[in-house]
């Protein structure tokens, strides 16, 4: 069955660091998200693209973040310099149309 | 924006035991999923339902949007079924989806 997939796993980084998250969105899906998780806390929505452009974005995505789909497979989440706070599980997800969600497996980022 | 409020926020169960979670929002909603969150943090789909009534083995789901509600229905809870149900709604603009607090479940065996 495909699945989306996230890369790395896990990432530990310096504060002020730049961090790219990866992600391999579902092949036919046009629509493409990240989300992050604080630990405990809710799952919360930080920007979705679509046609190469985004498509919303939620006030905490600032300019510290970007999105990138660099080719035909990849859909990157750029955080240019990282603060303690942004410590989190970052998850990508894609959909063929406005409707279902598909979640990968989350990255999780730690800043020291 | 689109408010996402779940209940009950904790809940124990023993196993064998049945319970329903509910999923109240607060506008019109273009879609509605319900997701659970294993104890590793993956994001498992349970049920596609912006309206209508499924069923999956032990789950099943009811979503009436002109009542802005979704419930969740567990029967015969196992102690895999432990961790956190999210409910989750689209807005009708269709490009953000919004998690509601969750609803953590924990069965003892």
């Known amino acids: 069955e495909p699945e989306v997939t996230q890369t790395p796993s896990h990432q530990v980084t310096q504060m002020g660091q730049e961090v790219i998250l990866r992600c391999v969105p579902i092949s036919n899906h046009l629509y493409f998200y990240w989300y992050r998780q604080i630990l405990g806390q809710k799952v919360e929505f930080l920007v979705s693209f679509y046609n190469n452009e985004i498509s919303e974005k939620s006030e905490i995505f600032d300019d510290q973040f970007s999105v990138e789909r660099p080719d035909g497979s990849n859909f990157t989440l750029k955080i240019r310099s990282t603060k303690l706070e942004d410590s989190a599980m970052y998850f990508c997800a894609s959909s063929r149309g406005i409707g279902e969600l598909f979640f990968g497996e989350g990255s999780r980022l730690t800043v020291l | 924006g689109i408010q996402v409020e779940q209940s009950p926020p904790d809940l124990i169960l023993q196993e064998g035991a049945n319970s329903t979670l509910r999923c109240n929002f607060s506008?019109?909603?273009?879609?509605l999923q319900w997701f659970h969150q294993n104890p590793w943090g993956q994001l498992i789909n349970l049920f596609y339902?912006?309206?209508g009534t499924k069923q999956n083995g032990r789950l099943s789901a009811t979503t009436v949007a002109t009542e802005r509600y979704s419930l969740l229905y567990i029967s015969s809870s196992q102690t895999t079924d432990s961790g956190v149900y999210f409910c989750?709604?689209?807005?009708?603009?269709?490009?953000?989806?919004?998690f509601g607090a969750g609803t953590r479940l924990f069965v003892k065996a």
């Open positions: 989750a709604v689209g807005d009708t603009g269709g490009f953000k989806t919004i």
């Open positions: 339902i912006p309206s």
């Open positions: 506008d019109s909603v273009n879609n």
